[in-house]
């Protein structure tokens, strides 16, 4: 059970997969109902309903018949999460969460705290003490939800992982060719306080100051945003640099893999960050020279040990410095990189999974 999903469950290692679909749409009435009741209650009769949903298969499910039950969340709602209170599946799961929640809780966000928030942390906060174990993809976001919910239970931490074997990679169709030796590529989305302009102008700066930059490179934007057209419109006057939509997986990892030579990631203009990017253990998988444009304090500049793929997200120069030495050393060597040690390896995966599951 799940949200919609990218890759093929064929390709899944996995003994048997049952999917449920769940029925999130609410009723005329349920709306009408809820908008009057959040009033006045400030929780959310719609949130209740969806979770019953998803809460539903949930209770089919036998506990006797398992040791242990990983539980991903769910989007930015954590709902598969929420509809384990008061199932007998709760004392054997192991939850995962791959964001701060409630979203609050978020280093990159700038709302205030609300009731809402209150609620939700309460809720989940019943949550977490009864489950079997918790779990995160970045230490530091471990620490932090380990604090937030006042538990006597350690959060361990188990990074994202990447396996091609498990995804169709088939589709081409709609892999851009480079057109210079040097091809720049960011894949992805703007959202929770990323900046792109920050990189692009210093990039323009490039392209103004050498002229080697200019003959020789490009920078490909695969971009998930609302301002699309605002980024396209501001960058219009330059040639080397192409502003273009998101692609499935599929075709953005064969674009990334056979005509990217340089990979950009972004993170938030906050001083601190406490996530892992998802993306992060394929870039690892490609052995490219990256650039990771990160706050002050992340998980990122704990795996990244080598300075020269690192910079400050809101540091303009120091972007241009690192960019630009990337760009001049790559033009001649292109040989693999290892930017993030092994911490995306088969090996870390393995220790991190039996220090979980250890008995203690």
């Given at each position: 059970m799940s949200y919609l999903h990218s890759y093929d469950s064929d390709f899944l290692k996995v003994d048997h997969i049952t999917i449920h679909r769940v029925k999130t749409k609410p009723s005329l009435g349920l709306k009408i109902l809820n908008a009057i009741y959040r009033r006045i209650f400030i929780k959310s009769l719609y949130k209740t309903f969806v979770i019953n949903q998803y809460k539903k298969p949930i209770t089919k499910i036998h506990p006797e018949e398992y040791d242990l039950v990983f539980v991903r969340s769910s989007g930015l709602d954590y709902e598969t999460i929420l509809a384990l209170k008061g199932t007998r599946l709760l004392a054997k799961a192991?939850?995962?969460?791959?964001?701060?929640?409630?979203?609050?809780?978020?280093?990159?966000?700038s709302k205030p705290l609300t009731k809402k928030d209150l609620i939700d942390w309460k809720q989940m906060y019943k949550i977490v003490q009864k489950a079997y174990k918790c779990m995160t993809p970045s230490a530091l976001l471990s620490k932090d939800l380990q604090l937030i919910y006042g538990s006597q239970k350690k959060f361990y931490t188990l990074p994202?992982?990447?396996?091609?074997?498990?995804?169709?990679?088939?589709?081409?169709?709609?892999?851009?060719?480079?057109q210079k030796p040097i091809s720049i590529s960011y894949h992805g989305g703007l959202q929770f306080g990323r900046n792109v302009d920050i990189v692009l102008d210093a990039y323009v700066n490039l392209l103004k100051t050498y002229p080697q930059i200019l003959v020789q490179s490009e920078f490909v934007l695969r971009l998930k945003s609302a301002e699309n057209t605002r980024i396209k419109q501001k960058y219009k006057a330059f040639e080397n640099i192409h502003i273009l939509d998101t692609l499935d997986f599929s075709n953005s990892a064969n674009e990334q893999m056979a005509q990217a030579d340089i990979l950009i990631i972004l993170e938030s203009t906050s001083d601190y960050s406490n996530i892992l990017l998802g993306k992060t253990p394929f870039i690892a998988s490609l052995s490219k020279p990256v650039l990771a444009l990160l706050p002050r304090d992340c998980e990122l500049r704990s795996i990244i040990k080598d300075n020269r793929y690192l910079a400050r997200s809101t540091n303009q120069k120091d972007i241009e410095s690192k960019l630009k030495a990337l760009i001049e050393n790559t033009l001649y060597n292109k040989e693999k990189t290892n930017v993030f040690g092994d911490y995306?390896?088969?090996?870390?995966?393995?220790?991190?999974?039996?220090?979980?599951?250890?008995i203690n």
């Amino acid at each position: 059970m799940s949200y919609l999903h990218s890759y093929d469950s064929d390709f899944l290692k996995v003994d048997h997969i049952t999917i449920h679909r769940v029925k999130t749409k609410p009723s005329l009435g349920l709306k009408i109902l809820n908008a009057i009741y959040r009033r006045i209650f400030i929780k959310s009769l719609y949130k209740t309903f969806v979770i019953n949903q998803y809460k539903k298969p949930i209770t089919k499910i036998h506990p006797e018949e398992y040791d242990l039950v990983f539980v991903r969340s769910s989007g930015l709602d954590y709902e598969t999460i929420l509809a384990l209170k008061g199932t007998r599946l709760l004392a054997k799961a192991i939850i995962n969460f791959h964001d701060p929640y409630p979203l609050i809780f978020d280093a990159s966000g700038s709302k205030p705290l609300t009731k809402k928030d209150l609620i939700d942390w309460k809720q989940m906060y019943k949550i977490v003490q009864k489950a079997y174990k918790c779990m995160t993809p970045s230490a530091l976001l471990s620490k932090d939800l380990q604090l937030i919910y006042g538990s006597q239970k350690k959060f361990y931490t188990l990074p994202h992982q990447y396996d091609p074997s498990v995804f169709n990679l088939t589709n081409t169709t709609q892999v851009r060719k480079k057109q210079k030796p040097i091809s720049i590529s960011y894949h992805g989305g703007l959202q929770f306080g990323r900046n792109v302009d920050i990189v692009l102008d210093a990039y323009v700066n490039l392209l103004k100051t050498y002229p080697q930059i200019l003959v020789q490179s490009e920078f490909v934007l695969r971009l998930k945003s609302a301002e699309n057209t605002r980024i396209k419109q501001k960058y219009k006057a330059f040639e080397n640099i192409h502003i273009l939509d998101t692609l499935d997986f599929s075709n953005s990892a064969n674009e990334q893999m056979a005509q990217a030579d340089i990979l950009i990631i972004l993170e938030s203009t906050s001083d601190y960050s406490n996530i892992l990017l998802g993306k992060t253990p394929f870039i690892a998988s490609l052995s490219k020279p990256v650039l990771a444009l990160l706050p002050r304090d992340c998980e990122l500049r704990s795996i990244i040990k080598d300075n020269r793929y690192l910079a400050r997200s809101t540091n303009q120069k120091d972007i241009e410095s690192k960019l630009k030495a990337l760009i001049e050393n790559t033009l001649y060597n292109k040989e693999k990189t290892n930017v993030f040690g092994d911490y995306f390896g088969e090996q870390h995966f393995q220790k991190k999974i039996k220090d979980m599951l250890s008995i203690n």
